[in-house]
């Protein structure tokens, strides 16, 4: 064969080759490009903080992000998110980002938890109030509003179950509720056998713990005075407590509860001491005494009280 045609046929057979090759090339380029677009900071600038809500959509949380400029795009933020999060379910609360921040990393905070930003812990203890749980969360968290956590219908006093939280500064109002209503159905679902054998409705074992916050000075008297309460009401006597002054005029429970409860007294309620007392009172030093009559109960108010 001629040189030239064989140098020639060489040529021909490798040029196929070299056009792939340069193809390849020109597409790996434009994928990276416009990946690099995509992946590179918005416009925006900033520090961005979002809060994710419990149930939230995924798609809803992407294009908040898009609409407020913390990636350029939704789609690639949500595949990624997908490819991140495994089985993983996203955790609601405050997620802080740096500014800029690419999506990839992004979509890899929202799907592994990673907040960036610290809760609040709040602690509400026993006995608490619903006014005064809505002032201490009006003043630490501020999306919170306290006439709309009032006003609920939802937010029953003695159903919030006293405790340590932590919430993001920008937990909302109905989550808060959730939150601690949540709790306390938790706490009670738990006591479901001791309240059905007490034989007592579960309202009224709320209404009497709640009174036993006010009245009982720690779980060493708390069923003392539980006891000696149920059996003024089984006996047809007023309450009489100084923490309810209606039960002073009225035989029977309160209507409702006046307080948040805690599980101490609340398995006070449900488990009294039952003895032959009828009347109590604190010392000065908060110990109580016991008595069986009315005319006990005043030789201990002269002792204890004068």
Request: glycine share 4%; proline share 4%; net charge positive.
């Amino acid at each position: 064969m001629d040189p030239v045609d064989e140098t020639t046929d060489i040529i021909k057979n490798k040029l196929p080759k070299t056009t792939t090759l340069v193809y390849s090339l020109l597409i790996i380029c434009g994928v990276f490009v416009f990946i690099s677009l995509l992946l590179s900071a918005p416009i925006e600038n900033k520090v961005t903080t979002i809060h994710i809500s419990e149930g939230q959509s995924l798609n809803s949380i992407v294009n908040g992000l898009e609409t407020q400029r913390v990636v350029k795009s939704s789609f690639l933020l949500k595949t990624f998110i997908v490819l991140f999060k495994s089985d993983r379910q996203i955790t609601k609360g405050d997620y802080l980002f740096d500014k800029n921040q690419s999506v990839f990393k992004i979509a890899w905070q929202i799907a592994r938890g990673i907040h960036n930003i610290a809760p609040i812990k709040i602690t509400f203890k026993e006995g608490i109030t619903n006014e005064e749980i809505a002032i201490i969360l009006s003043d630490r968290l501020p999306n919170f509003n306290k006439d709309l956590f009032l006003l609920n219908k939802e937010v029953k006093q003695g159903y919030l179950f006293p405790d340590t939280y932590f919430f993001f500064p920008l937990t909302t109002t109905d989550e808060v509720i959730d939150d601690l209503s949540t709790n306390f159905k938790k706490k009670i679902s738990m006591l479901n056998s001791d309240i059905i054998s007490s034989g007592k409705n579960l309202s009224d074992i709320i209404i009497m713990a709640s009174i036993l916050e006010k009245e009982a000075k720690g779980k060493d008297d708390s069923s003392i005075i539980s006891g000696i309460l149920w059996n003024r009401i089984n006996k047809g006597m007023l309450l009489q407590v100084d923490a309810v002054p209606s039960t002073y005029k009225t035989k029977g429970l309160p209507e409702s509860p006046i307080d948040n409860p805690g599980i101490s007294t609340i398995n006070a309620s449900i488990k009294p001491i039952n003895t032959s007392y009828l009347f109590y009172l604190h010392d000065k030093n908060g110990v109580a005494h016991f008595a069986k009559t009315y005319q006990e109960h005043k030789l201990n108010i002269n002792r204890y009280l004068k």
